[in-house]
């Protein structure tokens, strides 16, 4: 049976097709179908054959839980030739992930302004030359940005602020701030505060808890850091979920209950462990306790998603992206140049396509997303994701 054509793309292990199609409702895009391309393709026919497609809707990751959809839905913002962009909505919360700052054109007011966390690789003009959207849209709202960066982002913020005049800032009721984490190195941050009501100068300001490696942890998700080589310093990154409550659509059925966001409040109950007799609104106005609402859930590990780009083919980059990677439900990662070109990304300081496969692989990580093509590939998409594909299946 050939799978339907509105359901996600998949490039995954072998032994995780059979697994899926047994435990996993498919979601297709609520914005509408994807194109042709778009379309899983291994099929019973084809036992051996997977490629993606090219995403600008949301990434309907698989649930293993039938019926419930996971956390976090990543989209590529410009497909895989564009500037390197990933945006992250997460599922019942007003809040987004943004990973680097290519052009954000394609995104929506609506979308730009729930971002709350950026995380940029480096300071490139594709990754970066949508800083001033992300912040013309925000000016005279109320709002946290955290930004997370390489040696220099606090200063290429400071410098992007201070381009502009800010004598009307005192109009203003509201206050815009940003926070920008710089990634000295495993051991050491630094953050700075930049105020629209202080006309962003710059403020002191508390790094949120973190570990060596580094790890920066807040409450719904840890971010690990890896310090990759490009022409200069790149960053790669991964969320991590500390853990991931799946709501039970059929006991919500068997209770009569109805999905919604009332279900956050329950899921950050669990997460902390709170006592069972701490009460939890309902959506018809009623309350329980934690305790008679637990069977509604499961708890297993969370979802994690890694993003590497812009970084050299060595065997540092590799070890370092494998411990990063390691076991993403979803890792997009560049292959600038197909395997053909492997003198022009080795001088240019790239992945090809083979060794962008064989990283993912080697991560052993469910599912890959490759992106960041050069232009010189337009119309070749699907070869390239064929050599992706090939490598990580190891069949070459």
């Given amino acids: 049976m050939i799978p339907d054509q509105n359901v996600i793309p998949w490039i995954g292990h072998e032994n ?16 509408g179908a994807p194109s042709d391309r778009s379309r899983v393709v291994k099929t019973q026919h084809e036992p051996n054959r997977s490629v993606g497609g090219l995403f600008k809707e949301p990434l309907e990751i698989p649930s293993v ?15 895989r030739f564009g500037d390197p962009a990933v945006f992250v909505e997460a599922l019942h919360r007003r809040n987004a992930l943004l990973f680097d700052l290519g052009d954000l054109a394609p ?3 609506r979308d730009l302004l729930r971002i709350t966390h950026v995380f940029v690789s480096h300071t490139h003009m594709d990754h970066f030359i949508g800083f001033d959207r992300l912040l013309r849209v925000h000016v005279g709202r109320e709002k946290e940005i955290t930004i997370v ?25 509201t206050d815009l701030a940003f926070t920008v984490i710089e990634v000295l190195s495993a051991e050491k941050l630094d953050a700075v505060r930049f105020r629209l009501k202080a006309r962003f100068a ?14 920066i942890i807040w409450p719904d998700f840890q971010l690990g850091i890896a310090i990759l080589e490009h022409h200069g ?73 890694a993003y590497v780009t812009d970084v050299a083919d060595t065997h540092g980059n590799r070890t370092a992206i494998y411990t990063i990677a390691r076991e993403a439900d979803l890792f997009f990662v560049e292959a ?16 090809t396509t083979i060794a962008a496969g064989e990283i993912a692989r080697a991560a052993a990580v469910r599912r890959v997303e490759p992106f960041h093509f050069s ?21 070459r």
């Fill in 16 to 31: 995780d097709w059979e697994e899926l199609q047994a435990n996993t409702a498919f979601f297709a895009s609520s914005r």
């Fill in 65 to 79: 839980l039938e019926g419930m959809r996971p956390t976090l839905h990543p989209r590529l913002v410009n497909g």
């Fill in 107 to 109: 995104l929506s007011t």
């Fill in 149 to 173: 960066g390489p040696v220099g982002i606090i200063g290429a913020v400071g410098h992007k602020l201070q381009a502009y005049t800010w004598d009307l800032v005192d109009r203003y009721a």
């Fill in 202 to 215: 710059p403020e002191a300001a508390e790094l949120p808890r973190w570990k060596k490696g580094p790890s």
């Fill in 233 to 305: 310093v790149s960053l790669g990154f991964a969320v991590q979920e500390p853990i991931h409550v799946n709501i039970w659509r059929n006991r919500l059925d068997a209770r009569g209950l109805s999905p919604g966001p009332w279900l956050q409040r329950l899921k950050r109950a669990i997460y902390a462990d709170e006592p069972g007799d701490v009460p939890i609104d309902l959506p018809d106005g009623q309350t329980a306790t934690l305790g008679d609402l637990r069977d509604l859930a499961t708890v297993e590990r969370g979802q994690k998603i």
């Fill in 336 to 351: 600038s140049f197909s395997a053909a070109d492997k003198a022009q990304a080795t001088a240019r300081a790239h992945l």
């Fill in 375 to 395: 232009p010189r590939y337009a119309g070749e998409e699907a070869r390239m994701l064929d050599e992706v594909d090939a490598a990580f299946r190891g069949d």
